[in-house]
């Protein structure tokens, strides 16, 4: 969704780990290695490697580790993807301009390259924390499941397929947007400083900045799936309303969302501000934070 402020180089950095991390053999199955291939050449704005990796480069973890931890997730945000367009999920079509890896070829290796992306990146998280202490080790794995397993990304997803079946609460969308969205912009956030030994206040702001970011980042594309046609957004829009699933803006109405939006940049840039007084690098912040302001004057 955000088209990230970043340095040709580095996206250019990233774009290709992207694509070089993962080395897709010639006696791989044709439908298998295309699903794949078709994921791996259309990255997206590829906002959480670029907040991994500079996180990473603030706290001082070598460039390898910042790389492999960025790749990482961005491969886990890449097969929830998958996953989530799936028929017996969100049934879209489209996804970054083009048909949905599932209409190319076919349910079975959409699912199965998306579990190849997740093994890949288990893979990259290993290889990234090798050679830092046992109990670091631990903590930033234990952390990844945290974040992305039955109490996180998972349950989520599950609650966002189930929507019609639970309590009727207003505050069930967010609740659903803390698991799915905020999740992985926390590990992107968190996981890089960890490693690098970030005192617990500078972990306790990331933490804070997560969910802000990830629950505007969640208004603003539940906004798109209102307000938007497929050709703006690059994806299948109007899913929420034929699904019956979560949307934040459909649940506080569109003027609400916009303030709500607002709020959460207020406490994101006082955020920014605290952590940038504590490591200057986090700078970079401001630039992505500015993206926010870019996509809603897109929706007014």
């Known amino acids: 969704m955000l088209s990230v402020v970043q340095s040709a180089s580095t996206r250019k950095l990233l774009e290709d780990a992207f694509l070089s991390s993962f080395h897709l053999a010639s006696d791989i199955e044709h439908h298998l290695s ?75 290796a959409a699912i199965l390259a998306a579990l190849a992306l997740i093994n890949r990146a288990y893979a990259l998280l290993w290889k990234a924390v090798a050679g830092f202490p046992v109990g670091l080790q631990s903590a930033c794995l234990d952390y990844v499941e945290q974040n992305l397993g039955v109490a996180g990304l998972l349950n989520g997803q599950s609650q966002d397929i189930n929507y019609s079946k639970l309590t009727a609460d207003s505050r069930v969308p967010q609740q659903i947007a803390l698991g799915k969205t905020v999740s992985l912009i926390r590990l992107a956030l968190v996981l890089p400083a960890m490693l690098g030994g970030a005192p617990p206040k500078e972990i306790h702001l ?29 994806k299948t829009t109007a899913r929420d309303a034929d699904l019956d699933r979560p949307n934040l803006a459909l649940t506080i109405g569109i003027h609400e969302s916009f303030r709500k939006v607002d709020r959460l940049m207020r406490i994101s840039d006082r955020i920014i501000s605290k952590l ?25």
């Open 34 to 108: 295309g699903a794949l291939r078709e994921t791996l050449e259309r990255p997206g704005s590829m906002i959480r490697a670029d907040l991994a990796l500079r996180t990473g480069r603030t706290y001082g973890l070598p460039e390898g580790s910042a790389e492999k931890l960025a790749i990482a997730i961005e491969y886990f945000h890449t097969a929830s993807l998958v996953f989530d367009d799936l028929p017996c999920m969100d049934n879209a079509s489209h996804r970054r301009g083009a048909p949905c890896v599932h209409h190319l070829f076919g349910e079975g």
């Open 206 to 234: 990331l933490k804070r900045l997560a969910v802000s970011w990830g629950l505007s980042y969640q208004i603003v594309d539940d906004l798109k799936d209102i307000l938007h046609t497929a050709e703006q957004g690059g």
């Open 276 to 300: 940038s007084q504590r490591q200057p690098s986090f700078g970079f912040l401001n630039g992505i934070r500015e993206q926010f302001d870019k996509e809603l004057s897109t929706l007014s």
